[in-house]
């Protein structure tokens, strides 16, 4: 090997961020020890290094495997003038539509998390009033005509003065799935309150309880929420598991904090009853992030996915796959309530007759080999899913592999537990080819536009827009009209 190779294989260009100023600067992929990296340069700032994956081949695998058609909004709500990421609200070049569209209606929290993206807490008192989040929710319709699920979030959106007012005002658009964000303060703490949740979803359908629940140990939950919340989790979970109401965990991880305990976490949920999936989110560097070192505490989803296979022996690599609508970002394993031998339950590839499964390609499934098998895995590994909808894909999936029983009744909601791992882009990682297929939208509070997750905390938040985005866009020329 001469001087003139270069220790890496180049695998594209694109357009990402410089860390410090945020302008766009040109990019390059590559492949160097079997990890992937994003090589930039600021004019300003200088040269970035910044870890994309520590499994190359998964990653290429998502790239270049885990694809689909894009599907985009129905109604675009910006023009395109100053370039990705400067025009969002959906832009006409953005090609995903929100699989997940959260919906913000108030900044106040009863907690002032260490880590939190919206920089919420007590001392914000500001609640969107009802005919805004009208407007927010109308704006979210036409974009998607009926969302796949909406995410009411805040701050803590159950302190909201017309929280059920609210919760009405959702049940009367076409929605098919709605999502509470909460800390569950409110549902452990409130006599009563769980139940009216409940009754305000008969039979609990459509509706499902997002909870923070980011340990099990006394330490991480001081050094991201703050406060020992363990006993209100507890507290939270027994109600909830009285009345079987659907919910998801929802972990925020941070590397050397609570990375080692994610199997722990998987086990615990499955006991729980009311529990249908646990989602695992690497910190966002956005908003409040105190005591974050990106340099010490950043995690890739590789690495999150990798952690999960050493702690969780119940799932294999194959078991937990790129999500089609935005691979780079997105994992999912679905499993069945079924005991298996060795775990209470069964990894849906499990019941994959093993023709199926690729035999020389890691963590990937034959989808050419079958039209409709491909229609059902892309239906069926997606975002787009609350507990009904994840049940009924994955019926229709197992009844396209021959030889598989699904049982002598319908598969119920109760039957699926699925494992997501959602990893948002921020200012080290964002590049221009993937933050167009983000499928996380949230609806800015003018009531015009929806924004995807991760730009919105970079560029739309708040005061972002005056301060941060303003002069980003007076240095870029305006695109031709």
């Known amino acids: 090997m001469t001087d003139r ?19 766009t600067v040109e990019a390059k992929e590559v492949i160097e020890d079997g990890r992937a990296f994003l090589l930039k340069r600021c004019p300003e700032h200088g040269p970035e290094r910044v870890l994309l994956a520590d499994d190359a081949g998964y990653w290429r695998s998502a790239r270049e495997r885990y694809l689909k058609p894009p599907e985009q909004v129905l109604k675009p709500n910006t023009a395109f003038r100053f370039g ?19 919906l913000e209606i108030t900044d106040h929290c009863n907690l002032r998390c260490p880590t939190c993206y919206a920089s919420s807490g007590p001392e914000r008192l500001q609640h969107r009033d009802l005919e805004a989040i009208e407007r927010m929710l109308d704006c979210i319709v036409r974009n998607e005509g009926e969302p796949d699920v909406v995410q009411l979030s805040g701050g803590e959106p159950t302190l909201h003065p017309q929280f059920f007012d609210v919760l009405a005002a959702c049940r009367r658009r076409p929605i098919r799935h709605l999502m509470l964000n909460t800390n569950g303060v ?12 409940a009754a305000a979803f008969p039979g609990g359908r459509g509706f499902e309880v997002y909870l923070q629940f980011d340990s099990l140990r006394e ?20 109600k909830l598991n009285a009345l079987d109401l659907s919910t998801t965990l929802v972990v925020t991880v941070r590397r050397g904090l609570n990375d080692d305990e994610l199997g722990e976490l998987v086990r615990f949920a499955v006991a729980q009853r009311c529990v ?4 695992f989110q690497p910190v966002q560097e956005a908003g409040r992030c105190d005591g974050h070192d990106a340099a010490r505490h950043r995690l890739t989803l590789s690495e999150v996915r990798r952690r999960l296979l050493e702690q969780c022996d119940w799932f294999a690599p194959a078991d937990v796959v790129p999500v089609p609508c935005h691979p780079d970002c997105l994992a999912m394993a679905y499993a069945l309530r ?11 590839t499990g019941l994959v007759p093993p023709e199926v499964l690729l035999a020389g390609t890691r963590n990937t499934i034959t989808l050419e080999r079958d039209a409709q098998l491909q229609r059902e895995f892309v239906r069926t590994f997606s975002t787009a899913h609350g507990p009904e909808g994840a049940a009924a894909a994955v019926a229709r999936l197992l009844c396209c592999l021959p030889g598989v029983a699904v049982g002598d ?9 699925r494992i997501v791992i959602m990893k948002f882009l921020d200012r080290h990682d964002l590049d221009l080819r993937s933050v167009r297929k983000s499928c996380v939208h949230i609806a800015h509070p003018d009531g015009k536009r929806i924004i995807p997750f991760d730009t919105f905390n970079l560029f739309y938040r708040d005061g972002l827009e ?11 020329a305006p695109a031709p009209a």
């Open 338 to 348: 079924r005991p298996n031998g060795r775990a209470p339950i069964t990894p849906l």
């Open 84 to 102: 990705c990421p400067y025009d969002c609200g959906i832009c006409t070049e953005h090609e995903q539509h929100g699989c997940v569209v959260l």
């Open 5 to 23: 190779v270069r220790p890496y294989l180049f695998y594209g260009a694109t357009t990402a961020l410089c860390a410090t100023c945020l302008r």
């Open 219 to 238: 330490r991480p939950l001081r050094e991201l929420r703050g406060a020992d919340l363990r006993r209100v989790r507890e507290q939270a979970l027994a």
């Open 186 to 197: 409110r549902i452990a703490q409130e006599d009563g309150f769980a139940e009216r949740l």
């Open 466 to 476: 005056q301060s941060v985005l303003a002069p980003l866009r007076a240095r870029a």
């Open 409 to 417: 009744r319908p598969l119920r909601y109760d039957d699926v537990f």
């Open 276 to 279: 249908r999936g646990i989602t």
